[in-house]
């Protein structure tokens, strides 16, 4: 096919090229690709999920930029690529949370969070007017079942992983976390791993002000940010 016709279909979000692809579709996970590096491990006893946080000026406040978010009290995420478009994704996924909570009292379970977001990413590569989400989520959390870490991604599919990295570097972490994520890892060790990751593909000196950590434990159930201080901890004790 030539290079007309492969633009020609690259245009339309509705019509599949003769190769069998969404030519937006495959425009979105370029934006993903493109995005800040993320990193999500599940341990035997919890989750955690690290990104990084680079900020493009001095002059911008830190804690208006949000990589890692909560999602419900057990559930949390995190994004590489548009942060706008994950915004949205973040304000459904919280509602839907609540709505669930208040009709069955008690949190989802993460495999209905993540579900909800594929469903929603999924309505966007089927109706004219509108454009795939230019990001994907890593969704992590703990519910009765155990942990349990999934990758939603634009085209509307999700994945449920032991350990995964998305964004810029994704491959090269994904080799890192091979290496070293076994299946009776603890949460400790997985803050380190993944941080550990990070550090690799890091241009420059790791800092906690340089990344986010996200963590939920097994023994108490609630989805919560590390602090710089417990980052800075972490960080010292790799050395």
Known sequence: MSGFDSDRYSFSLTTFSPSGKLGQIDHALAAVNNGSTSIGIKSHDGIVLVSEKKLKSALIDKDSIKKVQILA???????SGIGADSAVLVRSGRKNGEVYRRQFGEN????????DLTAKMQSYTQSGGVRPFG???????VDPAGPSLWQVDPSGSSIRWKATAIGKNSRTCKTFLEKRVTPDISLDDAVKIALLSLKEVFDGLLKAEHCEVGIISTEDGFFRMMTDAEVTEQLDGLE
């Not at 009290?73 to 994004?79: A, H, L």
């Open 73 to 79: 009290d057990n559930v949390g995420c995190v994004y």
């Open 108 to 115: 989802p379970g993460v495999d209905t969070v993540a579900k």
């Open 135 to 141: 990001c994907s989520l890593l969704v992590g959390g």
